[in-house]
């Protein structure tokens, strides 16, 4: 059967300060994002039910991470001390991925134009 990789996309408000850049770095100060992460899952394609993996499998997942990042500042929660982008990534990847063996990848959006994937070690 072929290999396909499907992605799906979860979104949250959160606040967050970058602890460890310089006191005049606009990041320094709390502020907050629109994130947008996408959950990207690889596998066959199952002959008989014609999918990878079941969406809501997914969802069942990753919806207690977002419960616990939406409308929090992230700096507070275990592991986000320092809420780059990056880090976010690997914290989502190390939280979903023994859930879902399947995962191939993570990314994380601030914003539209800045961006970060990860597809683990």
């Not at 907050?32 to 079941?54: F, M, N, Q, R």
């Not at 976010?88 to 539209?112: G, Y």
Request: net charge negative.
């Amino acid at each position: 059967m072929p290999k396909m990789r499907i992605s799906k996309e979860f979104k949250f408000d959160s606040a967050h300060f970058l602890p460890n850049v310089p006191p005049t770095h606009k990041c320094a100060n709390m502020h907050g994002h629109t994130y947008y992460i996408e959950i990207h899952v690889e596998g066959e394609l199952d002959p008989k039910l014609g999918w990878v993996i079941d969406f809501n499998e997914v969802k069942q997942v990753v919806d207690p991470l977002i419960d616990q990042l939406d409308h929090k500042v992230l700096n507070e929660i275990e592991g986000l001390e320092n809420p780059t982008a990056e880090l976010m990534a690997v914290w989502f990847w190390n939280k979903i991925k023994p859930d879902l063996p399947q995962l191939a990848q993570v990314v994380v959006k601030e914003n539209p134009t800045n961006v970060c994937m990860y597809a683990g070690e």
